[in-house]
């Protein structure tokens, strides 16, 4: 079983960045593939990026690549989102999910675990 803690999240002007952080339980983090969705207020939760398991492979949404990073830190058990360049329409809920296959993948179906999330907010 993993357990899934998002922080960081908070209100922000547009251009503006944040750093999500995700902490995961257990002891098979270094295994899992992790990935960030995010859900805005009536849309569907969408994929914005993910990472492999060794941190080799990384893969984004066309909507954030060039302002968002992932990463992880296997020896800490926790991933990270960095967001740069921050837009109105980022605004949502940020998921962190863990996911057995380990690629990163972009599909929420991949995922076994998530988190319950951390509201972004990004002012005009």
């Known amino acids: 079983q993993v357990q899934l803690v998002e922080s960081g999240g908070g209100l922000v002007q547009a251009g503006g960045s944040l750093r999500l952080s995700c902490a995961a339980s257990?002891?098979?983090?270094?295994?899992?593939?992790m990935g960030w969705f995010r859900q805005a207020p009536g849309k569907e939760r969408e994929f914005v990026a993910a990472?492999?398991?060794?941190?080799?492979?990384?893969n984004y949404a066309d909507s954030v690549k060039g302002r968002f990073t992932i990463a992880r830190d296997n020896a800490k058990n926790t991933s990270y989102l960095q967001m740069n360049s921050l837009k109105p329409e980022d605004t949502a809920i940020y998921y962190c999910a863990a996911g057995y296959r380990g690629i990163g993948s972009k599909w929420p179906v991949s995922y076994e675990y998530w988190g319950q999330g951390t509201q972004v907010t990004v002012s005009s």
């Open positions: 257990g002891r098979t983090f270094s295994t899992l593939g």
């Open positions: 990472i492999s398991w060794s941190g080799g492979n990384t």
